[in-house]
């Protein structure tokens, strides 16, 4: 995605895609593969003179890590799970419960005491009660004893207008590129998340210019029936999904640059790699939030802001693909994918049904992931900050609109991130076997 020279940052000549299904996401892997290959000397080094390590400082790391513990069962811990400090098995067994109906688990004591007395102790109906306690209060300036209107203003921003009951319903309408040029100022309270939806704002409309180049003739919408900002689909082929994938690697970098302050201080090298370990996961919430509101009811996934793909279109795909692709093998892989990723991820929002403003929190957290968190000690001290003032907002944001059991809700969206978590990790898996195929190289 980025290589690093001694003085400025370079875009790769080669063209990762950015297409969000499974599919897609097959070319985005493989273009990062492939530029690890063939830089890897280059980025080990950029990656020890950027992070500056030192053995005192590993060592206090080690020391910090040894000291990380489950919130709920109390097992040491090397990351977090669903925003908290929390083990592994911990939430798992939280998504489990959520999915079915918690309301049949029993104590086994009676009491609700079991997780007091004994961290371990294996009573789901305790284990699961705890769970909820860690997440609703996971900001210790959120807490249950916390009157949002008491907070300054510094912490929260209300509206300076006066917003209509349709313009605050922030579920009943759709962010894209149009909504750029909406002069109004937004009903949004949350700061943070706010920045977040200008900048998606200003990713799409860079996304739906840039494509205008890459669309094919016979797409290209003429004088006479021209619509202005409105977006016309067409099938995604072999070489406009990966150009639209370098357009789509500028955009990403263009709305951290525009969102997030540490990003915006990082050296040029850093940056390439912050996203190169983000991209994967941003991307497909995005075109997994795109498919949702425009092909609710198919399997039709974006290879694009403007292109499409299809279990129709798939074989236009493979057609302008490299001469030696088993197109029969991977034709028949890519549909069984599609229907695979479709079923992961686009389903499982459109039960859930995010909200816009919790859309936003879902894009900054996939931006700001755990895998990003493993590169070294500085990006993780950024993610798990920036992650913690995403979750600092959403705590507010459920507070305000008078949700104050909102655990559940809030495990529902954790749940829907870590389902699309899964859905780009099959995706890489899959990509091994496309090269088998000579669809990658």
């Not at 704002?201 to 739906?208: F, G």
Request: hydrophobic share 40%; with cysteine; net charge neutral.
């Amino acid at each position: 995605l980025a290589t690093a020279s001694r003085d400025s940052l370079h875009l790769s000549p080669l063209s990762p895609s950015l297409s969000f299904s499974a599919l897609s996401c097959f070319l985005l892997v493989s273009s990062l593969v492939s530029v690890a290959q063939q830089r890897s000397t280059r980025l080990v080094t950029a990656i020890d003179l950027f992070t500056n390590r030192t053995m005192a400082g590993d060592f206090l790391f080690l020391e910090y890590e040894k000291k990380r513990r489950c919130l709920i069962c109390g097992v040491p811990i090397t990351e977090c799970h669903l925003g908290i400090d929390s083990c592994r098995a911990c939430s798992v067994f939280y998504k489990r419960t959520v999915l079915l109906n918690p309301n049949y688990i029993k104590c086994k004591q009676g009491n609700g005491q079991c997780i007091t007395v004994e961290p371990t102790s294996n009573c789901r109906k305790c284990r699961f009660i705890k769970f909820c306690e860690v997440l609703a209060r996971a900001n210790d300036n959120v807490g249950d004893s916390v009157d949002t209107e008491e907070m300054e203003d510094s912490e929260l921003i209300t509206s300076t207008s006066n917003c209509s009951s349709s313009e605050a319903d922030a579920s009943s309408s759709f962010i894209d590129h149009t909504s750029f040029f909406n002069s109004e100022p937004s009903c949004s309270d949350p700061p943070y998340l706010d920045r977040i939806k200008r900048g998606f704002n200003l990713l799409c409309l860079i996304r739906k210019t840039g494509e205008i180049s890459t669309m094919p003739d016979e797409f290209l919408p003429k004088l006479a029936d021209f619509e202005g900002t409105n977006l016309r689909f067409y099938p995604g082929t072999y070489k406009t999904v990966l150009a639209n994938g370098k357009i789509a690697a500028a955009a990403v970098c263009d709305f951290a640059n525009a969102t997030f302050d540490d990003f915006r201080e990082l050296s040029e090298m850093a940056k390439g790699l912050v996203i190169l370990h983000s991209m994967m996961l941003f991307c497909h919430v995005e075109a997994t939030y795109r498919a949702a509101h425009h092909f609710p009811n198919c399997e039709t996934v974006f290879g694009g802001y403007t292109t499409i793909l299809t279990q129709n279109t798939v074989e236009l795909f493979l057609e302008s693909s490299p001469v030696g692709v088993h197109r029969e093998d991977a034709l028949r892989h890519a549909k069984k994918n599609m229907s695979r990723g479709a079923k992961i991820s686009k389903e499982t929002f459109l039960r859930v049904k995010p909200t816009q403003m919790e859309v936003f929190a879902l894009l900054g957290l996939a931006f700001w992931n755990n895998e990003l968190a493993s590169v070294n000690d500085h990006f993780m001290e950024m993610v798990e900050r920036n992650r913690a003032a995403i979750m600092k907002e959403v705590h507010a944001m459920y507070k305000k609109q008078g949700k104050p059991d909102y655990a559940m809700r809030l495990g529902d969206v954790l749940c829907l991130l870590a389902n699309m978590e899964k859905n780009v990790t099959l995706a890489s898996e899959d990509f091994e076997m496309y090269k088998l195929m000579n669809l990658f190289t």
